[in-house]
């Protein structure tokens, strides 16, 4: 029984397939959304770069014929004597499950660090929900500004909270589509002010220094004023509060600066550390539970960082431990070892560092959507992505050909 159905819930069940094990012991999957969210391009939602269907598929389309889905939310557990079930609430009623192994890949949700204000008026960016409702939010606030251009118009003001990858993503895609919607309107951008803010001193500090000089550039060029090594006192309707004293003005907060484990975890009888994540064995076992395993961002793993990379590749491993240990086989341990980063840095341009080699614009905005196409679980569905983004790519390369004036772009 596998619990969360993000990159290492559903990978594992694929390679667990893939290993033979459906064929000896029946495989369940249970996840509270119906479909499967390819995190890593949910930014470029808000540019249309992406569609709901290319980052979003059905479980039903992507699980083995050999895995059962459960749609429904873990709301509890029993691990103890050799028993594992699961509580599972379902909106026709609760479900309980039995498994003689039990993964945990519940994922993290948004933690606010109990500062006042989060909760209620920082939007967080998680899940295709939020990405479309701050969709919604961009373009509305492009919009109302579009429409006073006859009389000074109001600033249109974001702040994003978190100087991450995250935030930077967000940040960029942003400022792009607000541009896009004034230059449809046939109008010069009105006031903008867009915010990164994050209480360490450095954009982006677990990644090399091409990629923060990277993204440094582009969020310059895009107008992004960065408020770094000041953390924030709290948020209002108003805006931002900073622990200096400083007040920034925005009508829409998003928050990226933090996450926690699924707190469903609470409710498990294993050790947490601080951050409530589950120490794990070198082979990803939780200690004292014999049949239990735990990755992704609720393993408390060595090193390992809560990347999408991450929890794909102990996926695998947990996979050949299952299939170790129904065959009476040596376990084999997980180590961290890092292949790079990528990340977006608006509309047709990207930064990555791929084995020590970074670089960006064009070149790493093709590597990442290559990548990522090739890393999606699915290949006939990875396929009809691949088409439709060859078929945007031509249109809009026609609409640029044929235009008689040039798209609009970022002021240096």
């Not at 909760?119 to 929900?129: G, I, T």
């Not at 997980?334 to 047709?348: A, V």
């Amino acid at each position: 029984m596998i619990l969360g159905g993000g990159f290492g819930g559903l990978y594992l069940a694929r390679a667990l397939d893939a290993l033979g094990v459906t064929r000896a012991a029946e495989l369940t999957l249970v996840n509270r959304a119906p479909a499967f969210l390819f995190l890593p391009l949910l930014y470029e939602l808000l540019t249309d770069e992406v569609a709901d269907w290319q980052i979003a598929p059905s479980f039903a389309e992507l699980l083995p014929d050999g895995c059962r889905f459960v749609h429904g939310e873990v709301v509890g557990g029993e691990f103890h004597a050799g028993q594992r079930r699961a509580f599972i609430r379902q909106a026709d009623g609760d479900l309980v499950l039995e498994a003689d192994t039990v993964v945990l890949a519940l994922g993290s949700v948004s933690d606010d660090f109990g500062l006042p204000g989060v909760k209620s008026h920082a939007r967080p960016f998680r899940s295709l929900a939020d990405a479309q409702a701050l969709k919604t939010a961009v373009i509305d606030a492009a919009r109302r500004a579009a429409a006073g251009a006859g009389a000074p118009r109001e600033p249109v003001s974001f702040a994003v909270i978190g100087a991450g990858p995250s935030g930077v993503e967000l940040a960029a895609v942003i400022a792009d589509r607000l541009r896009e919607e004034w230059a449809r309107a046939g109008l010069p951008p009105p006031p903008a002010r867009l915010h990164v803010v994050d209480r360490l001193p450095e954009l982006l500090p677990q990644y090399g220094s091409a990629l923060r000089r990277f993204a440094r550039r582009e969020l310059a060029r895009r107008g992004v004023e960065l408020h770094l090594g000041v953390g924030v006192a709290g948020c209002s309707a108003a805006g931002v509060e900073l622990e200096n004293g400083a007040h920034i003005a925005a009508e829409t907060i998003v928050w990226t600066a933090g996450s926690r484990p699924a707190p469903v975890l609470a409710d498990f009888p294993f050790v947490r550390d601080r951050r409530g994540r589950i120490p794990v064995s070198r082979t990803l076992e939780v200690p004292g539970f014999p049949g239990v395993y735990a990755l992704g961002d609720v393993a408390a793993s060595v090193a390992a960082p809560a990347t999408a990379q991450v929890a794909v590749r102990q996926a695998a491993v947990v996979a050949h431990n299952i299939a170790a240990s129904l065959r009476g086989e040596r376990l084999r341990e997980y180590h961290y070892e890092p292949l790079g980063e990528m990340m977006t840095l608006g509309r047709g341009t990207a930064a990555a560092n791929i084995l020590g080699v970074a670089f960006d614009g064009v070149a790493g905005y093709l590597t990442r959507r290559l990548v990522y196409l090739l890393a999606m679980p699915e290949p006939w569905h990875a396929t009809k992505v691949g088409l439709s983004w060859l078929g945007q790519a031509l249109e809009e390369t026609w609409q640029a050909w044929s235009s008689p004036s040039p798209p609009a772009r970022p002021t240096e």
